[in-house]
């Protein structure tokens, strides 16, 4: 989570402010981060919907933009390299791992495999809303990740990344959302929610999207006429902040 957080900030610092230096750290960071968690290999195609989805929001391409391209994945390359070059030695130890946790078996019936990944794909999103992990290594056993409060401004926050798709930014968050979710569906039932993490930093800016866009609504609706709508839709968001605060310090300490 803090590599796909950092790398996505400089990413998008360096498109919305043409800064090839921000471009450049977000290149070194994602190469960086390919010796991290095994899910951290999906982020190379997050950082290129990035660029794809701007370019086509702005419907150009420019030859400044292919050299931000190649500057960023260049970068990423070059760094990634040593351990590239393992993988290219010892492929078997490289994806040794995922071949451990994977639900995917060549040697399985493909309508089995459907119906495990189906199954694993529920057990996710059921680790969000209504049940979590039984690992007590990683979480509080049976705890979701959401309470009822963040669950229903993240379901919120969904809405408004769908409602308005085609902003790049939003439509970013959503495919981050699925693409660090992506392993937890595709692996074994162990540890659902920490192959979800890297997930984890877009459901949160989701969740403040969710709370933050229906308050500039309400305000902009109701502007030059009574508070009262905007003081206490600000009321209860305060107080939900509040309880999912003391809820949370309960139930670890």
């Known amino acids: 989570p803090l590599f796909a957080a950092l790398i996505t900030g400089f990413l998008w610092r360096g498109l919305r402010r043409d800064s090839r230096l921000a471009l450049a750290a977000g290149g070194i960071l994602l190469g960086l981060s390919q010796y991290t968690y095994q899910a951290a290999r999906l982020l190379p195609l997050l950082v290129l919907a990035g660029f794809v989805f701007t370019y086509i929001s702005r419907r150009a391409f ?133 192959r979800a993490l890297g997930a984890f930093p877009a459901v949160a800016v989701i969740i403040s999207l969710g709370i933050a866009v229906p308050y500039a609504v309400l305000a902009r609706r109701t502007a030059g006429r009574s508070p009262w709508p905007g003081t206490i839709y600000a009321t209860i968001v305060t107080l939900g902040l509040l309880w999912s605060a003391l809820v949370t310090f309960n139930d670890y300490f």
């Open 62 to 194: 420019t030859r400044r933009d292919a050299g931000d391209m190649v500057l960023t994945f260049g970068l990423a390359l070059l760094v990634f390299a040593p351990l590239g070059l393992f993988a290219i030695d010892q492929p078997q130890v490289f994806n040794d791992r995922l071949r451990q946790t994977a639900l995917l078996d060549q040697n399985a019936d493909l309508g089995q495999q459907f119906v495990d990944i189906s199954d694993q794909a529920l057990v996710t999103l059921r680790m969000f809303f209504i049940e979590g992990d039984y690992e007590p290594l990683y979480t509080i056993p049976g705890r979701p990740s959401l309470n009822v409060f963040l669950a229903v401004t993240f379901l919120a926050g969904i809405i408004v990344c769908l409602w308005r798709w085609k902003r790049p930014t939003l439509l970013y968050l959503l495919a981050w959302l699925v693409l660090l979710t992506a392993p937890a569906m595709i692996a074994d039932q162990a540890a659902t929610a920490k």
